[in-house]
């Protein structure tokens, strides 16, 4: 079968398309083709090997010194199983899926564990459904599970054309919160039409210097710190760094929260609702696998807007 391999840590093009030994479902497992796979901030970490500071020699240690170990890539997929294992029930082939895999999405075929697919309803493109799980998950994990966001309160995005920022303001729009969207202004539309109710320009106003309060901050990208941030928060507010380096990881307690976004099965299926609904946006660019390199380097760029895609 064809994937993308990463043999050694470097730029978009170390991301290569080869040919490789295709896998078979064993016990417990579902083969899935994959229909549509994210590149997301992630798998480009990881191919580059830019970690958030302070990460760099844990992240080596654990993924590999010269290379990432598990050289197919691709933490969230969608496709059709393909076949089922020994002990599989209420699977069968044909049935769309989509799963939060960690590894190996960047492929024509993967094995899975079966009881970590999740069906895709009706009707909802499977570019979508992979599209939404790494930003939606995340954005979910950090605004209901962590700021229990309610409904009524001011929630401030700050990177909210990415992945995680476009679902992160639909999330919170959806919750009822009151969005303030922090973007460059040629996102500003995008936004808005997204769920923000008050559109930042990064590029004119110093979003540290805003002279409002708000309920929860939400930084996607690293432009905020603990100490900035703070000053942002109403009392009993939430700051949320998502892209936290190891230090603020190591010492974020109290207003501040960061850590890894786990993406839970309840979390995925209601998003999947909501895009057969049409109330969620997967902001998706689908492009094939064949420009895994170019799907890099549109995420290395630093000015990805929602979520890219590959199909194989």
């Known amino acids: 079968m064809r994937a993308v391999v990463i043999d050694r840590y470097g730029p978009p093009e170390v991301a290569r398309v080869a040919d490789v030994a295709a896998p078979v479902a064993g016990p417990g497992e579902a083969l899935v083709r994959v229909a549509a796979a994210t590149v997301s901030s992630g798998d480009a970490r990881i191919r580059g090997a830019r970690f958030p500071r302070g990460f760099a ?18 933490f969230a997929l969608a496709g ?16 769309a899926v989509v799963c939060a895999s960690g590894h190996g999405g960047h492929a024509e075929l993967i094995a899975l564990r079966a009881d970590r697919l999740v069906r895709v309803p009706e009707g909802v493109a499977l570019d979508d459904s992979a599209a939404v799980v790494f930003g939606g998950t995340t954005a979910m994990h950090f605004l209901l599970d962590v700021a229990k966001l309610r409904e009524g309160q001011s929630v ?16 919170a729009r959806l919750a009822g919160a009151h ?15 997204l769920g923000a109710e008050e559109v930042v320009d990064r590029a004119t106003t110093d979003v540290t210097a805003l002279g409002r309060r708000f309920d929860v901050v939400l930084d996607a990208v690293g432009a905020l710190s603990p100490a900035s941030g703070r000053r942002l928060l109403a009392d009993g507010g939430t700051l949320i760094l998502v892209a936290a380096t190891l230090w603020q990881t190591m010492t974020a307690r109290g207003a501040v929260k ?15 609702a909501l895009l057969a609904t049409g109330e969620l946006d997967p902001v998706v660019q689908s492009l094939p ?15 990805k807007v929602g979520n890219v895609v590959v199909r194989p």
């Open 156 to 171: 401030l995005v700050v990177g909210a054309a990415g992945a995680v920022g476009t679902s992160a303001v639909q999330v």
């Open 80 to 95: 059709t199983v393909e076949a089922v294992g020994e002990g599989v029930e209420g699977l069968a082939p044909g049935d």
């Open 57 to 74: 020699v844990p992240a080596r240690l654990a993924l590999g010194l010269r290379g990432p170990r598990r050289r197919i890539l691709g």
């Open 289 to 303: 696998m064949a420009e895994i390199a170019r799907a890099h380097a549109i995420v290395d760029s630093g000015h």
């Open 179 to 193: 969005v303030t969207a922090v973007v460059s202004a040629q996102n500003a539309e995008l936004v808005r039409r």
């Open 258 to 272: 960061a850590g890894i976004a786990r993406a839970r099965r309840e979390h995925i299926e209601r998003l999947l």
